[in-house]
């Protein structure tokens, strides 16, 4: 059941409201304020697509039967490991870390029966991160699910004590939904005199980095498998311009070349580390990725993902 969302009342797992014509599902249980509307609050709720709850049409030449069958006492099946809606179990988080190929059996098997995957599977049923679904086996699904909540349950974190207490460190990433950004993300690009931000976000089984700007209203794009891909839900970076400035690269990235600390911005499925690039492109200046791997930047532009033999690259002062 929808309802309006309230201030001053307490939402947990599985709850889904409408505010503003658009619906939001809980991604962490609170109790909500004034000022923490679903739009504000990525941290705390994830927005449906528009679909979503849509009621089915009833079916040609059905006729309900006019009399009550008797009811047989049924087993309830156990729920499948995406059929869950609360985690009863618990995640300690140094285990929220771990690749989830790298658990034993025995902990799969608890996690599954416990709700272990419940938001991962949540978010990637509601179509709320790009997935071929179709295209995975079972153990794929899992290994995405897990490896998203864990990237959305350390980006709430990291938005909450950013919220809370201000920028910890020289980057700060906050978790962003649409275009409600914090004040003063660090500036990535400009194209047509507008100014262009750093964005990374979860795909794949991989944290990937892109772009986003202020007068976007679908959120931000990345890059993946040489396609430009958008995703609603993503973090921004905010830096201390005293603490990092650009570079100049070329050709294959070796970061032990630069003789300075890159910025590592996402991680491949495999682990190898991605960091900020930015390249000019077609009269504009974009952000992109860098990485040991990629004999040159990728940068996203118009669908698909270009690569550039100079480039520059983000780096600690």
Do not use: C
């Not at 976000?201 to 396609?227: C, D, L, M, P, R």
């Amino acid at each position: 059941m929808v309802f309006q969302w309230e201030p001053e009342t307490q939402y947990n797992l599985g709850d889904v409201v409408m505010y503003e014509s658009h619906k939001y599902k809980i991604v962490q249980p609170h109790r909500s304020q004034a000022d923490w509307t679903p739009p504000v609050t990525p941290a705390l709720w994830a927005r449906l697509p528009e679909e979503y709850g849509a009621p089915s049409e009833p079916q040609p030449g059905y006729q309900p039967p006019s009399y009550q069958q008797p009811q047989q006492p049924q087993a309830v099946p156990e729920k499948s490991w995406d059929e869950h809606s609360h985690q009863k179990v618990d995640i300690p988080p140094e285990e929220q870390k771990k690749n989830w190929w790298d658990l034993d059996e025995k902990r799969k098997k608890e996690l599954e029966i416990g709700g272990g995957l419940a938001l991962g599977a949540a978010l990637l049923g509601g179509g709320l991160f790009a997935y071929n679904h179709h295209k995975k086996g079972e153990e794929e699904k899992k290994a995405q699910a897990w490896g998203l909540q864990n990237w959305l349950k350390d980006a709430q974190s990291r938005t909450q004590d950013f919220h809370q207490h201000g920028p910890r460190g020289p980057v700060t990433w906050v978790l962003v939904q649409g275009n409600n950004f914090p004040a003063n993300p660090y500036p990535g690009g400009e194209e047509d005199g507008r100014t262009l931000y750093i964005a990374r976000a979860f795909h794949e089984g991989s944290i990937q980095v892109g772009k986003t700007a202020g007068h976007w209203t679908n959120g931000a794009v990345i890059g993946y498998a040489h396609k430009e891909i958008a995703v609603p839900t993503f973090e921004v970076l905010l830096a201390d311009p005293r603490a990092v400035q650009w570079v100049d690269a070329k050709g294959h990235f070796k970061p032990q070349d630069l003789n300075v600390r890159p910025v590592e911005a996402g991680r491949e499925a495999d682990g190898t580390p991605i960091y900020i690039a930015q390249a000019h492109l077609n009269n504009g200046v974009h952000p992109g990725k860098a990485s040991p791997h990629l004999d040159g930047a990728f940068i996203t532009y118009g669908g698909t993902e270009k690569e550039v033999d100079r480039y520059r690259v983000l780096v600690y002062v």
